[in-house]
Each structure stands twice: as structure tokens, then as C-alpha cells.
């Protein structure tokens, strides 16, 4: 199915990571000119944008003027900006409960997921709003629809993204005509980090046990619905959407 995207410039926050690169290659197979952002893995972002033909561009999205100072260059640099990919997120590698979660990890949780997004939405949807145009994936996570015990920072960050600012960011740009605004929530996901941290049959087994599918999702199953979302030409009558994308996932196993 031809999604329209070709020549499209498509912006992803975190383009660097496991589910980002998939997300950028995944634009660029439509013929999108890929902005890969990074904070700070400088070296992979500038590896895929060439790999790509694309462009590599750093900037710390939890400050709101150099978010904005992203979107500048993009513009500038690219002559527009079509789509963007929200994806930039942080997860807490070590599980606590909410009451031993110390008030510096739940702020630097919020700041380096709900804040970043913020701060992109509102700078692209400000470009947008005087363009007219324009498709914003945010993406979130199950974490933030089911909840996730030991990251109950994560999950209301998360949750905060796929519900309240949703549904108030697509109702924000309902007058401008051509702008969308929808949310893609994985579920697990086989991400090289996640390689490398272990993945044993114990631990697919505990995953997919409220999968109606019974396997978890590859980056590349992310990428493709993420895509779908941006097109216009495919989507062009959805806004204010959440696609999990976790195997019809209906909940958590409580440990």
C-alpha cells in the first residue's frame, strides 16, 4: 500500500535506540528524509543517518529551548518538517516500589519521558499549527495502560502520555484541518538492550502470559504501525488514538 511518505521529513527523538532505528529505517524504506535526534549517542545517531542518507542532530529535550532549537534546525535545514516521531524515553533499569522510589529518580523519570515529550509536541505542534499539516506519534507505553510494579515512576509517565495529553493535544489541533495526533503503546519488546540484559524462556513465558499471541514483538513490529499512523494517505481520518502494539496483551502478572 503506498503511504505517501515519500520525500516526507520525518523527525525521530531518539532515533538512535532499539526501537528508533527501526522506526527510522522503517520511514526511510517509504522514501522519508530521516532526521535521527540523539542525546547522547552521538556515534550510532551519525552511523544510521548516513547508513540512510539522512541527518544526524543532537539536542537535550528535557530543556524546552533546546527542543525548540531542534525543530528550528530541522526546518532550516531540511526546508520543512512533515512528521514527528516522539520516541525519546528512559527506563529505570532498577525495579523499586513507589515507596523506595527516592523523589530525585521519580522527577529525572518524568522529566526524561513525559517532559521530553512535552517539549517536542510543543514545539513541532507549533510549527504545525502555522503549516497547517503535519503527523505526531508519541510513543508510549503498556506500562502506562496497565501499570508496571517496581516502575510506577515509568508507568504514570507513560500512562500520562497515552491518556490526558492525547486526548488533549488532538482535540488542541482540531481546528487546524490537516494535523494529526496519535500514540503507539508496545508492549515487551525484543530490544538489543534487552538481548544483552538476557532473555530466557522463563521470562517469555511470564511476558506473554495474558498474550493472546504468545511471542514478543520485534522493534520492527513497532516501526510498521508507528509508519501507518504518520501516513496520511493510510490514516488520514485517525487522531487521538492508542495502538498497542503487544500481542492482544490484556494485563500484567503480579509477582
Known sequence: METGLAGKVVLVTGGAGGIGQSICRAFSSEGARVVVHYHESEESAIELAEELGGVAMGADLRDPLATSGLISDVISELGSLDVCIANAGNYPPVSKPLWEIEPARWSETMASNLGVTVNTARS?????????AGSMVMVGSTAGIYGESGHSDYAAAKGAITSGLLMS???????????????VAPGWTVTPKKLEQGVDDEMVERATAT????????????????????????SGHITGQVIEVAGGMEGRLIP
Request: proline letters at 2%; zero cysteines.
Open 211 to 234: 498474550m493472546s499471541l504468545k511471542k514478543l514483538a520485534t522493534p520492527e513490529d513497532v516501526a510498521r504501525v508507528v509508519v501507518m499512523l504518520s501516513s496520511d494517505s493510510i
Open 169 to 183: 493535544l488532538k482535540n488542541d489541533v482540531s481546528d487546524l484541518g490537516g494535523v494529526r495526533v496519535n500514540s
Open 124 to 132: 513541532f505542534l507549533s510549527h504545525a499549527s502555522k503549516a497547517k
